[in-house]
């Protein structure tokens, strides 16, 4: 059969573009290597409770068009996403606000304190450019606040210490002087009922799919049974690796399924030490107010990347952003043949709904 379009990975992004592609009356194949759609936005029903495989998936956004088009697969509840950072045995709420502040300091009690704090502690970087991340999380919150909340999480996120990373991977820090543990601005936020699972089923209806696909391995028949092809793998993988290797950083999860109605209380606690090794234990149950016997929780483990391993997260160094750079060069030569898209074709960190305005975007040009 021909094709209008070939969808090489079954995530959101690809979805909405196979969504839209059939209410414009074309076909599109999907192929996928995982055995399952949705890629890292997967979910399963364990106990009745959906469990993000992949970690955490909170959708938010500020951009009614795409909140309007996500409720027009699911209904979304009123989830807020608030966050706890455990260090040491002792619980802080997030983002940084004002009962984080007053449980770090005893004698904080009002903003003003607060920001007082804050300043006089950032002091120790007054007339200095920040050099690295560790300088830069001090200039803006001060010391106390990066100790506890910030060094071990991402020294534990990224694999080296805050002093080795690059100052602009942090260039702002929420500092909130109110009582609110609301991680988003956005106006928009919540979990769709049913999973996202269901949300990419009902966009991929009217495509064709293949799972359990290696694009790579069948190359020429797959592209050639198409008019053009959006591809959401690694653009490095795409081209061989010709160039060298992009870098990612991957995770590994551990999941259990417990034989109790509540284990942390929260969806999230992150841990802010240096151990344990994972940054944060999910308990999915409360994405949705779940009243359950059992509870699942997963335990989440930043890991190194190595070709092979799954690529989560690109690692935007100026080694690697110039790097892409060339991967894009090599890109524009394919004629428009071929398309670029979601985090791992366009190597930067996407939120979901970033992931879905880029595609109907998308959709507006080749379409």
């Not at 209410?23 to 290597?33: D, I, T």
């Not at 802080?92 to 606000?97: E, G, Q, T």
Request: with cysteine; net charge neutral; aromatic share 12%.
């Amino acid at each position: 059969m021909r094709y209008d379009l070939l969808l090489v990975g079954a995530g959101l992004f690809n979805a909405v573009i196979a969504d839209q592609a059939a209410r414009k009356g074309k076909k599109c194949l999907v192929v996928e290597r995982r055995n399952h759609i949705a890629g890292n936005i997967y979910t399963e029903c364990v106990e009745g409770i959906q469990v993000h495989r992949y970690g955490a998936h909170i959708f938010h956004t500020d951009n009614r068009e795409v909140w309007d088009y996500m409720n027009s697969f699911a209904e979304f509840n009123r989830y807020t996403n608030s966050p706890v950072a455990s260090y040491r045995g002792r619980l802080y709420n997030l983002p940084f606000n004002m009962n984080t502040f007053t449980r770090i300091w005893d004698d904080v009690t009002t903003p003003d304190q607060a920001r007082k704090r804050i300043e006089e502690q950032a002091a120790e970087m007054a007339g200095r450019s920040p050099r690295n991340l560790e300088e830069q999380a001090i200039s803006l919150v001060g010391r106390d606040i990066y100790e506890i909340l910030i060094k071990g999480y991402t020294e534990k996120q990224w694999g080296r210490p805050c002093s080795e990373l690059p100052a602009d991977i942090i260039k702002r820090l929420p500092v909130r002087l109110t009582f609110d543990n609301n991680y988003f601005n956005d106006r928009y936020q919540g979990i769709p009922a049913g999973g996202y699972t269901a949300i990419v089923e009902k966009m991929l209806s009217h495509a064709d799919l293949k799972l359990g696909t290696d694009f790579l391995g069948d190359r020429k028949a797959l592209t050639d049974a198409a008019d053009r092809v959006v591809y959401t793998g690694t653009i490095d993988e795409f081209y061989g690796s010709r160039l060298g290797n992009l870098e990612y950083r991957s995770l590994r999860f551990e999941t259990e399924l417990l034989d109790c109605g509540n284990f942390q209380g929260n969806a999230v606690v992150n841990y802010t030490d240096s151990t344990p090794a994972y940054t944060r234990i999910i308990e999915h149950k409360h994405f949705e107010f779940g009243t359950q016997p059992k509870t699942v929780i997963t335990r989440e483990y930043p890991a190194q990347w190595k070709p092979g391993d799954e690529p989560y997260y690109s690692v935007n160094d100026i080694r690697n952003s110039e790097l892409y750079a060339k991967y894009r060069q090599l890109s524009e030569k394919e004629g428009g043949k071929v398309t670029f898209g979601g985090r791992l074709g366009l190597y930067k960190y996407m939120d979901m709904d970033d992931t879905v305005a880029a595609a109907l975007e998308l959709c507006r040009k080749i379409l």
